[in-house]
């Protein structure tokens, strides 16, 4: 077996990653019935999610990376000042960030989520990757503005429920509907197994 495939992650276990921190915050909330544990929670998963990134993968991707050091920062903030808006604020920066990054790449001619997801988009070419980046540099804009409005108007509570299921499903709903979009700029599934293509992590917002 080719040691560079098993390196590779499916499209399950890069989303576990992503997911499994900001589902054991949601978790740790419910029970712990308070911000300040749960973003205890939130921090300790995160590294645990870039360890086993680095165990398993050998490597830990860029946005990994940007978020985990963003919720260990905005953790300790948080439970430091015993204020909630600190942790509220990440998933604005961390998308702020992102759409920053990309639409520079984009003003330059170099679509960058090229350079990180160039093996899972495989024989897709330089106009796909530039749609590819504008649209997500525009849904990540788009993600900014919205976290902000809903941390002013939601309860802590409800922010958090709206984050974990209701971003995370419209994040995967606007995945897959870049797909006919991929499909037609040469992007083809290489595992006929797994009809399920990888996505840009937008979760971990």
Same mark, same amino acid.
Request: avoid cysteine; charged fraction near 10%.
């Given at each position: 077996?080719?040691?560079?495939?098993?390196?590779?992650?499916?499209?399950? =276990? !890069?989303? #576990? %990653?992503?997911? /499994?921190? +900001?589902?054991?915050?949601?978790?740790?909330?419910? &029970?712990?019935?308070?911000? @300040?544990?749960?973003?205890?929670?939130?921090?300790?998963?995160?590294?645990?999610?870039?360890?086993?990134?680095?165990?398993?993968?050998?490597?830990?991707?860029?946005?990994?990376?940007?978020?985990?050091?963003?919720?260990?920062?905005?953790?300790?903030?948080?439970?430091?000042?015993?204020?909630?808006?600190?942790?509220?604020?990440?998933?604005?920066?961390?998308?702020?960030? =992102? !759409?920053? #990054? %990309?639409?520079? /790449?984009? +003003?330059?001619?170099?679509?960058?989520?090229?350079? &990180?997801?160039?093996?899972? @988009?495989?024989?897709?070419?330089?106009?796909?990757?530039?749609?590819?980046?504008?649209?997500?540099?525009?849904?990540?804009?788009?993600?900014?503005?919205?976290?902000?409005?809903?941390?002013?108007?939601?309860?802590?509570?409800?922010?958090?429920?709206?984050?974990?299921?209701?971003?995370?499903?419209?994040?995967?709903?606007?995945?897959?509907?870049?797909?006919?979009?991929?499909?037609?700029?040469?992007?083809?599934?290489?595992?006929?197994?797994?009809?399920?293509?990888?996505?840009?992590?937008?979760?971990?917002?």
């Amino acid at each position: 077996m080719d040691a560079n495939a098993v390196k590779k992650p499916g499209p399950g =276990f !890069s989303f #576990l %990653l992503d997911f /499994g921190p +900001l589902l054991a915050f949601f978790i740790a909330f419910k &029970v712990a019935n308070g911000p @300040f544990i749960a973003t205890g929670v939130f921090m300790v998963a995160i590294v645990i999610a870039v360890i086993v990134s680095l165990l398993k993968l050998g490597r830990v991707s860029p946005m990994l990376w940007i978020s985990a050091v963003l919720v260990v920062g905005a953790g300790a903030i948080t439970i430091w000042l015993r204020d909630p808006r600190y942790i509220q604020m990440k998933p604005t920066i961390i998308y702020a960030a =992102f !759409s920053i #990054l %990309l639409f520079g /790449g984009l +003003l330059a001619g170099k679509p960058l989520l090229k350079h &990180v997801f160039h093996l899972a @988009f495989e024989g897709l070419t330089d106009t796909g990757w530039m749609k590819l980046s504008l649209n997500w540099a525009l849904f990540f804009g788009a993600m900014a503005v919205l976290n902000e409005v809903l941390r002013h108007w939601l309860s802590f509570d409800t922010w958090l429920s709206v984050k974990v299921w209701g971003i995370t499903i419209l994040s995967l709903l606007f995945a897959f509907a870049n797909i006919p979009m991929l499909l037609r700029h040469g992007f083809t599934v290489p595992d006929a197994k797994d009809d399920t293509p990888p996505i840009p992590p937008a979760s971990q917002g």
